[in-house]
């Protein structure tokens, strides 16, 4: 065969030299490409370390030296653009878009302000501008909003913490949710940074450090993104209700034990369980955690730029990075992914719309019968239907991405929700009965945020001239102690 060859080539000398020059352009590619390997195998494994960084460094810019490209993707957390069908990181003015909040939440701040996060690059502007805050509030509700949190806790100790006052905090708690509330700032691995998590998971036998890296990957949202209430009415000690588990059901029977009650209700005197945004507990019932999908893989999707693979630390709905966040699984079309989506999602809103209308008209007509004469006796089954046709209400109300998360688990939530609703109605209307009263119950034109409000006697205008005075005289005094404090790092 070698001859034959050798013959063939003497006979066409070209072809001999053909056969020279396409193995020399074979190795030529074959070295470009081993090259080409080596380069990127090196870039993705460059990091430039400028200096290293503090164990409670809150300064997002200064992991950004390390780390520019995630920096960069995080820093466009900053726009707010996005806007989808239920939600995205746009403002929204909750009350607005759904008025019988405001009755629902009588007697509690939210019914004077309830907007969309924009997101964790405005997470402290945004509480020290809501309406919520004009009212005292515990240091307590500055844990999520902040990478200065875990360096003040370790300053003064976490119960220390918690017991002071949110005002009080407020100059040192200036730096937005970022990378030092997920990562080692030595070996970049994720970690637990709010003891309320790992505490929660001891009380149910299991261990953080037990937790995979795809478990992470969820665990470090759930520092955050959960149900959760302030222990003692001293303490305010922040705690995860999940001893019977993440179920509607499991953490109101865990409430009712301790008779835990966040609020009065203003109108229909009902002791009330508000919800958070137990994001993490829906999507615990949900199919994308029983497949093992995570947190980070919808919401944070790997990007490549040229050889390096990192995570978009632009954190927001999936839906504005679908191929990259639901492409990944899923082979349909944006389009009919969307689509799909948004079923689901309009499905949802509607039975929470028809829970908020029931709910609404049995507080406004609790407070009629109160007013008619009832007892105490006789309304007491009627405010635990309240209580708990409200709280699975919330449970999926409050939670972010309009029952997404777990689409059957919210449905089957907010059915149990408006079948309670309406058999507190009824209820109501058989109390009314005994005392005499037979006609239908006038009920108030609630129509709009303005209208409801307005009912409840609120004086909204005096509650933002309040916040307003707050803005200009104690936030700018806030920002300059910041000032100071950060130029000694």
Request: charged content about 30%.
């Amino acid at each position: 065969m070698k001859r034959r060859i050798m013959d063939i080539v003497q006979e066409k000398p070209w072809l001999g030299w053909t056969l020279f020059l396409g193995t020399v352009v074979v190795v030529f590619l074959i070295g470009l490409l081993a090259a080409s390997i080596v380069e990127r195998r090196d870039e993705a494994d460059l990091v430039v370390q400028v200096e290293p960084i503090d164990e409670w460094e809150p300064r997002n810019e200064v992991w950004g030296e390390n780390y520019p490209r995630e920096y960069e993707t995080y820093a466009a957390t900053a726009d707010t653009g996005f806007t989808s069908r239920h939600g995205g990181n746009s403002v929204i003015d909750h009350l607005e878009r759904y008025p019988n909040l405001v009755i629902l939440w009588a007697g509690y701040s939210f019914s004077h302000d309830y907007n969309q996060g924009r997101g964790h690059y405005h997470a402290v502007e945004d509480i020290r501008k809501t309406l919520r805050t004009r009212v005292s509030q515990p240091a307590t509700c500055w844990t999520c909003k902040s990478t200065d949190v875990p360096r003040v806790m370790e300053e003064r100790g976490v119960g220390e913490f918690y017991k002071a006052s949110w005002e009080e905090l407020g100059p040192e708690i200036v730096n937005n949710i970022g990378c030092q509330d997920c990562h080692d700032p030595k070996t970049m691995n994720l970690r637990i940074t709010r003891p309320a998590l790992i505490e929660a998971f001891e009380r149910q036998g299991k261990r953080i450090e037990e937790a995979s890296h795809q478990e992470m990957r969820s665990l470090v949202c759930a520092q955050c993104h959960v149900e959760y209430y302030f222990k003692g009415k001293e303490e305010k000690y922040l705690t995860f209700p999940w001893d019977n588990g993440y179920s509607a059901e499991n953490m109101e029977t865990y409430y009712d034990e301790i008779e835990h009650v966040d609020f009065v209700h203003a109108l229909s005197k009902t002791p009330i369980i508000k919800a958070q945004h137990p994001d993490y507990e829906i999507y615990m019932t949900g199919v994308h955690a029983s497949r093992g999908v995570s947190c980070a893989d919808c919401h944070m999707p790997y990007r490549s730029e040229g050889g390096v693979k990192f995570t978009n630390h632009q954190i927001m709905s999936p839906l504005a990075t679908i191929s990259t966040s639901c492409q990944v699984c899923h082979r349909e079309s944006e389009e009919q992914l969307r689509k799909d989506v948004y079923q689901r999602q309009d499905n949802i809103e509607e039975l929470r719309e028809r829970a908020e209308d029931a709910l609404a008209k049995a507080h406004i007509e609790a407070k009629f019968a109160w007013d008619k004469g009832a007892t105490g006796q006789e309304m007491e089954p009627v405010l635990t239907l309240i209580r708990h046709a409200q709280w699975r209400w919330d449970y999926v109300s409050a939670s972010n991405a309009m029952g997404f998360h777990s689409p059957v688990e919210a449905a089957r939530t907010l059915g149990a929700s408006i079948e309670k609703a309406e058999r507190a109605r009824t209820k109501i209307v058989r109390v009314l009965a005994r005392h005499g009263y037979t006609d239908e119950i006038p009920l108030p034109d609630i129509s709009t945020k303005a209208k409801a409000q307005e009912y409840l006697g609120l004086d909204m205008e005096k509650f933002r001239a309040e916040k307003k005075e707050f803005m200009e005289t104690v936030v700018p005094k806030w920002d300059k102690q910041a000032e100071v404090r950060q130029a000694k790092y």
